[in-house]
């Protein structure tokens, strides 16, 4: 099984540019005014980021903790069964 850090974090092109878009539009509906009553926005503080972007992590982290975990189990070689 693949973790990200086998494959690379940019080797998905694609994935790149979908996470760049997406920060920036939403960096766009948080801050310039023109957004804010069509999604009832207000400028964060810097000190909220603070808290948002290491909880933006955890998915990541699950994930390949859960890879870690069936690799795990999937590379234990089989006991031997008991003879009766």
């Known amino acids: 099984m693949l973790t990200s850090f086998k494959l ?29 009553p069509i999604f009832f926005t207000y400028d964060l503080p ?6 948002i972007l290491p909880l933006t992590l955890v998915p990541s982290v699950a994930a390949e903790i859960g890879k870690w975990i069936a690799s795990r ?3 234990r070689p089989a006991g031997r069964a008991s003879a009766s």
């Open 8 to 36: 690379g974090i940019f080797s998905n092109q694609y994935m790149v540019w979908a996470t760049l878009s997406s920060f920036l539009l939403m960096m766009a509906v948080i801050y310039l005014p023109l957004f804010e």
């Open 46 to 51: 810097w000190s909220d980021w603070l808290y």
């Open 73 to 75: 189990r999937t590379s």
